[in-house]
Each structure stands twice: as structure tokens, then as C-alpha cells.
């Protein structure tokens, strides 16, 4: 089970922090992300870190604004979004991978667990 928490409603150029809480299995050792879908559009993933956090990655629309961090101890991950702009109104959703590594972390199909997601939302 992923649970996830801290969104809200936030200014332009404002900072949120999102978490995200695993139980039920060990996530410790497999990818995880987080998501977001905004009104009208697809689900994207943002960012992504390997199990050991060797790696992240972002999208290029959040990239130098937004830091994905994991807790293997505490079994959380996190998301710090900073400079937060109109565009990143969506709804945000942790995910977890059901295997070790990913070929493609940009691919929604490469995330079995799912959160029932946060909403953020950031005024102009």
C-alpha cells in the first residue's frame, strides 16, 4: 500500500513537499516514482529513483525544480517541489515498480503499485 500526503494549495514560486508511505510488501529494493495528472491530459511520470537511490530521474519540465528522495529505513519516499508554477497543478500519485531495475522509467506500464494520489494545486 502506498499512501501519500502533503499537497495543497500553493502560490506561484512557492515550495510543497509530498511523502509517501509503504506497507505491505518491501518496496526497499525496487524503483519508485512519482506521477502526476493534471486536467485534460495523461498521466506523466515527474521523477524517478532506483532502489538504492544510485539514480534519479526527472522530467524535463521539473527538472532543476523538483528533488525525488527514498528513506529504505523508514520505507517513504518524497518529492520537494520548489518554484512551483501554474503547470504544475495536478493530481500527484507515488508509484513503486514490481521488479528491480527499469528499462524505461518515463513508462507508465514499469509501475505495478499505485497511491491514491494528492492533489496540488498552485495559483497564478
Known amino acids: 500500500q502506498l499512501v501519500e500526503s502533503g499537497g495543497g494549495l500553493v502560490q506561484a514560486g512557492g515550495s510543497l513537499r509530498l511523502s509517501c508511505a509503504a506497507s505491505?510488501?518491501?518496496?526497499?529494493?525496487?524503483?519508485m516514482a512519482w506521477l502526476r495528472q493534471a486536467p485534460g491530459k495523461e498521466r506523466e511520470v515527474v521523477a524517478s529513483?532506483?532502489?538504492?537511490?544510485?539514480?534519479?530521474n526527472y522530467a524535463d519540465s521539473v527538472k532543476g525544480r523538483f528533488t525525488i528522495g527514498r528513506d529504505n529505513a523508514k520505507n517513504t519516499v518524497s518529492l520537494q517541489m520548489n518554484r512551483l508554477k501554474p503547470e504544475d497543478t495536478a493530481v500527484y500519485y507515488c508509484?513503486?515498480?514490481?521488479?528491480?531495475?527499469?528499462?524505461?522509467?518515463?513508462?507508465?506500464?514499469?509501475?505495478?503499485?499505485w497511491g491514491q494520489g494528492t492533489q496540488v494545486t498552485v495559483s497564478s
Open positions: 505491505g510488501r518491501t518496496f526497499s529494493i525496487t524503483p
Open positions: 508509484a513503486a515498480a514490481g521488479v528491480r531495475f527499469l528499462n524505461n522509467w518515463r513508462s507508465l506500464n514499469g509501475y505495478d503499485y
Open positions: 529513483i532506483s532502489w538504492n537511490s544510485g539514480a534519479t
